[in-house]
Structures are given as structure tokens and as C-alpha cells.
């Protein structure tokens, strides 16, 4: 069954968090700031990111009601944590903030990584602090303060990957947090994520990234041409491959292993096809064709096929 579609998200009468610290000022950060103010999910949202330049930039667009000088200070008295940093520095900003979370509070994330992630941060957890770890499945190629706008959640999944005992109340919590900012939220195990978006996201990352370079180094082909004559399908490519190339690293290394699966699954498939090709085997091509082109038209009947960077307004 497709998930329920909606053109906005409502604002809430009252804020589900009284202070929400957001620790990362990037695309994924700088839109919860912007959603959070708008669908008022919070009193006060409080923001901080390493670079100087970032925080500056976050106060000159006004996102949150504060951009903080060090992430313990951000993390101090919230309600409701949430790291948008990429997944290799979820550890260590998890130790920079342990001392300043308050009993209660719930500490999340947005990595597309789910058991390194929890591996990183539950040693750091302080008794009575629950973290219930996240991951929306929403994004564009661009990245920065600049890049966030509030409906980027609007009818795209977060998933929700609690571990085994996490206190029912803030599953619960962040759950709306994020059904609040439009999200269709789904909640799984750590290690079925991992594989899940190996395949759906992982993956085609990596071949978007192989691809557009075997592109460039290709002697035969300038870059003109390349740009000039881009046919939909690597556009497509480009567009991924523009994605955040640190964050992309991170995924890589931390979600090794059901990265290689999939890779080698991908390489025993696509080596039928090329054996298809070169044999003249139509048949085949024909019916891998077809059955794939049934997975798009599932794709776009659960309405995930809309341009992520679309931005939709309340007017």
C-alpha cells in the first residue's frame, strides 16, 4: 500500500520538545532547523557545527533561535539531540556532549548508517539518556547552511533503528519529531537497514561516482562533450555523484561489509549481462528489462519518485 500523501506538514499547537539541539549545520541540519520553527516541534532550537564560517552563516539566515560556540553548550539542557554529522564523527561528538545531556533527553541522528553509528555512540550514552538513532531518506546534491529548506522530509521515509530495550516513550517521541516534519516513519533493526539501503542507496552511489569518472578519464571523450551531449540517464548519474564527498567516504568505510555483498551481487548480475550482450542473447536483456521496469513503476507508485530537490512551499 502507497504511503499517505500530503502537501504540508501541520504546525503543532504546541512544541514536542521544549529545547532541540541540532549539532551539524548541513543540509540535513539546516532543514530540521528550518521545519522545527516552522511546525513550532520545539520552544527553542539551538544549532552548532564546528566551522566557524557555517555557524555564522546559520546566523545571518536566522536558522534556530541560537547558534551555540561548542556542542556541549548546544546539548545542554535539550530535550531532544540529533547529530547530523557524517557518520564517522558520530562517536566522538557523542563524547564531546555525554557530560551535558540531561536525564531523559533523547539523543538521535541521521546517518544513512545505523550499526556503526550505534556502535560509535552507545559507549558514551549517560544512564537515563535514550537514543533512538534515524535515518531520513531524504536528500539533494547540494549541501551547507544555505542548502536547507523545511519540506525536504515532506512524504519521504525516516527510519528508525532503536536498540534491543530503548525506552518505548522515545521511540514514540521521535517518531512524531519526525511525522511532525512530514516523514512516513518505518522502524527496523540496525543490521536490516544496513542492507537495505546498501542496495537502494549505498550501491548506486558507488556506480554513480565510478561511472561519471570513467566519463572524464575516458581519452576519446573531452569534458565538453561530456557536459554538452549528458543524455537523462547521466544526468542522473551526475547529480549523485555531487553528493557530499565526505559523507559518502564515511558510508563507504562504516557500512563495509553490506556494501561488498551487494558490489558482488551487482558484478555476478552484470556479468549475465554482458555475456547477454555479447552472445546476442535479446532474450535475456529482454526479460531483465521488463522486470526491472516493473520496479520503477512500484517506485512511482509509492510516490517516492518526486525531484528531491523540489522544494514545496505553504502558501
Request: net charge negative; aromatic share 6%; proline share 5%.
Amino acid at each position: 500500500m502507497a504511503p499517505a500523501q500530503q502537501s504540508f506538514a501541520s504546525r503543532r499547537s504546541e512544541p514536542l520538545f521544549g529545547r532541540l539541539a541540532i549539532i551539524g549545520i548541513g543540509l540535513i541540519g539546516s532543514s530540521i532547523a528550518h521545519a522545527a520553527k516552522d511546525l513550532n516541534l520545539a520552544g527553542r532550537v539551538v544549532l552548532y557545527d564546528r566551522d566557524e564560517a557555517v555557524r555564522q552563516r546559520a546566523r545571518e539566515l536566522g536558522l534556530g533561535h541560537e547558534v551555540a560556540e561548542t556542542a556541549a553548550e548546544a546539548a545542554e539542557q535539550a530535550d531532544h539531540v540529533v547529530l547530523c554529522v557524517p557518520v564517522g564523527a558520530c562517536g566522538a561528538v557523542a563524547a564531546e556532549i555525554a557530560s551535558s545531556l540531561k536525564p531523559g533527553a533523547i539523543l538521535s541522528d541521521v546517518g544513512s548508517v545505523k550499526n556503526a553509528v550505534v556502535e560509535a555512540v552507545m559507549p558514551h550514552l549517560p544512564e537515563g539518556v535514550h537514543f533512538v538513532p534515524a535515518h531520513p531518506v531524504a536528500g539533494t546534491e547540494n549541501s551547507g547552511p544555505d542548502a536547507g529548506f523545511p519540506s525536504l522530509f515532506l512524504n519521504r521515509w525516516c527510519i528508525l533503528t532503536p536498540p534491543d530495550g530503548t525506552d518505548e516513550t522515545a521511540i514514540a517521541r521521535t517518531r512524531q519529531f519526525w511525522e511532525g516534519m512530514g516523514a512516513i516513519v518505518e522502524v527496523m533493526t540496525a543490521t536490516h537497514h544496513d542492507l537495505v539501503l546498501a542496495v537502494t542507496s549505498h550501491l548506486p552511489h558507488l556506480i554513480a561516482y565510478n561511472i561519471v569518472g570513467t566519463a572524464e578519464d575516458l581519452a576519446a571523450v573531452t569534458q565538453s562533450e561530456v557536459i554538452k551531449f549528458s543524455a537523462g540517464g547521466f544526468r542522473d548519474f551526475t547529480r549523485i555523484a555531487a553528493s557530499d564527498p565526505t559523507m559518502w567516504r564515511d558510508v563507504f568505510l562504516h557500512n563495509k561489509d553490506a556494501v561488498l555483498e551487494m558490489l558482488g551481487r551487482f558484478s555476478e548480475d552484470l556479468a549475465v549481462l554482458t555475456r547477454a550482450i555479447r552472445f546476442g542473447d535479446g532474450e535475456t536483456l529482454h526479460k531483465h528489462f521488463t522486470r526491472t521496469r516493473a520496479i520503477r513503476r512500484g517506485i512511482v507508485a509509492l510516490g517516492q519518485e518526486k525531484p528531491e530537490t523540489e522544494k514545496l512551499r505553504k502558501d
